[in-house]
């Protein structure tokens, strides 16, 4: 599966890395998902690296993984 | 101080948290360190979460720190 459950403090995480050809196009992508997730007031951990954008989703709230995670998840695919 | 040396995937890092009042703030210092990134053709990790952005500046061809890097914490420090 492209998403994966990781536990980061003690609360599980939809985790996904996606890959480019350099920084520039990942600095790119972390700006798409940063107004996706102003646009839906919910906010992700987004790791820029060159050539990677690492994304967490996750509800602090809840301590885990709420529905809404998966379909940000799945708005952030189709970013990419 | 403000800079920590952390490790990582056996690799010393320099790292600091900066704080800001919201998600945009986190973002747009993300892109402010992305250009000094890209100006100076080294790249560093960047996390980006609400209210906050995780720097870490390392120099993979050497496995740790060179003297670049701590000259690179200190551009970003006046990006702050």
Redesign the interface.
Known sequence: PDWNIVEQEGMKRLERVFKFPD??GA?DF??RV?KL??ENNH????????GKVTVQWWTHKIGGLHMNDFIMAAKTDELF
Chains 1, 2 share one sequence.
């Open positions: 920084f520039a600095l972390t700006n940063g997730a102003e906010h992700p951990a987004i790791l820029t690296e060159w």
